[in-house]
């Protein structure tokens, strides 16, 4: 009976596993949810200013500008976007690889110094493991995602880039498709890629107040921050889509457990059962 016991205790613990791991998959739904929209939300103002600046390119002298220009190729930061928590299946451990293979493949090249912006927790433990620069660290700022804290980390980047001190700048996140599929990728944050005007942005123009090359300056610095925003968006609906597929998975798991125990206990009581049958009987014969 000791051992029936031992599996009903198990049973118990996995039961409890389970109900965790069924709310943490509905909590991750209802934040993803949140997640998603806030998405949605920042696409029209990410495109319409896309069309801002090409309009502005043609009239104002857009190759002069410092966040456009080509500099060199050797000191070179990526802004790593990872979660600050774990659960998520392999969300974390893609994106770290990801940016870790970008950087080796990258070195094969040629002699090229690389810093991190590490923006999660996960991602900050992992490359200071491994003895990389981490210029700054975001730790618990995807809880809320604000653009102010995008903004920080985009003017930061942007200055250093300007000074010289930066030739590159990349851009290192898990996109969002849906709740199951969520594709790391790497992109060109800075210099930003050449603006090229429209057919017919030249048929008319326009009074500005300030100056075109104000405006340019002003809207590009806006563009980079919301990449940056855009980035952090992407990351933490994905990593809510992969925490919910991940804790379906272990409610799955621990369902199918439960059952496989269920059915081992049902054999060994039906075997102790039959043991004291035996025994009964064996009992009555031997007194008989």
Known sequence: M?????????????SNTMQLTKAM????????????????????????????????????????????QITGNENVELLVVTGDKGLCGSFNTNINKTAHNFIKAEQRKGERVFDLHAVGKRGVDYFRRRNFTIH????????????????????????RYVTGELDAIYLVYNEFKSAI???????????????????????????????????????????????????????VAAEHGARMTAMDSASRNAGDLIDRLTLHMNRVRQAAITTEIIEVVSGAQALG
């Open 25 to 68: 998959k509905m909590v991750s739904a209802a934040k993803m949810r949140r997640a998603t929209d806030n998405i949605v939300a920042a696409r029209p103002f990410a495109h319409n200013m896309r069309a801002v600046l090409r309009s502005l390119a043609a009239r104002a002298n857009a190759e002069v500008h410092p966040l456009l």
């Open 2 to 14: 000791s051992k029936t016991r031992d599996i009903k205790r198990r049973i118990r613990s996995v």
């Open 181 to 235: 599929s969520q594709h790391p990728v790497v992109e060109r944050l800075l210099p930003i890629e050449p603006i090229v005007p429209a057919e017919d942005e030249t048929a008319e123009d326009y009074i500005y107040e300030p100056g075109p090359e104000v405006l340019l300056d002003t809207l590009l610095r806006r563009h980079v921050e919301v990449q940056v925003y855009t980035a952090l968006l992407e990351s």
């Open 136 to 159: 700054r660290a975001w730790i618990d700022v995807l809880r809320q995602v604000e653009y102010a804290t995008a903004k920080e980390i985009a003017r930061d980047m942007m200055d």
